[in-house]
């Protein structure tokens, strides 16, 4: 499941995974969120917060992940991934490297300090 976070300031997105994230979380809940900021903002700034109760993607979440992403390419203006789960910070380590745009990993521990950063100009 993913939820939107709200106590962020206006022009980021912030959201957390619980559970197993689906397909469909991301069809009805993060695609509309990610259209919506670059219909207001021309772009989109985020921080995906993957804490102790997420436990995974079903593949139809992964391509959609994968989807969205390339899709939006270019408005991507700042990503901040939290995370202790191994697999997620060297996948971003990893990939994170075709996003035209700063993408830091942080520790569950450092939730502040990510959202710090996201929020700095």
Same mark, same amino acid.
């Given at each position: %499941? @993913?939820?939107?976070?709200?106590?962020?300031?206006?022009? $980021?997105?912030?959201?957390? =995974?619980?559970?197993?994230?689906? #397909?469909?979380?991301?069809?009805?809940? +993060?695609?509309?969120?990610?259209? *919506?900021? @670059?219909? /207001?903002?021309? *772009?989109?700034?985020?921080?995906?917060?993957?804490?102790?109760?997420?436990?995974?993607?079903? =593949?139809?979440? %992964?391509?959609?992940?994968?989807?969205?992403?390339? #899709?939006? +390419?270019? =408005?991507?203006?700042? $990503? =901040?991934?939290?995370?202790?789960?191994?697999?997620?910070?060297?996948?971003?380590?990893?990939?994170?490297?075709? %996003?035209?745009?700063?993408?830091?990993?942080?520790?569950?521990? /450092?939730?502040?300090?990510?959202?710090?950063?996201? /929020?700095?100009?």
């Amino acid at each position: %499941m @993913i939820e939107i976070l709200t106590d962020y300031p206006e022009g $980021i997105l912030a959201f957390s =995974a619980k559970g197993e994230v689906t #397909a469909d979380d991301y069809k009805n809940i +993060l695609v509309p969120a990610i259209e *919506k900021s @670059i219909k /207001q903002h021309n *772009k989109i700034t985020a921080l995906y917060y993957l804490g102790p109760e997420f436990t995974g993607y079903t =593949a139809g979440a %992964m391509i959609s992940d994968t989807k969205i992403g390339l #899709a939006h +390419l270019t =408005a991507w203006e700042k $990503i =901040a991934v939290v995370s202790d789960i191994g697999w997620v910070r060297n996948g971003v380590h990893i990939f994170g490297f075709i %996003m035209p745009c700063p993408v830091k990993v942080f520790s569950n521990e /450092q939730l502040s300090q990510a959202k710090t950063w996201i /929020q700095a100009k």
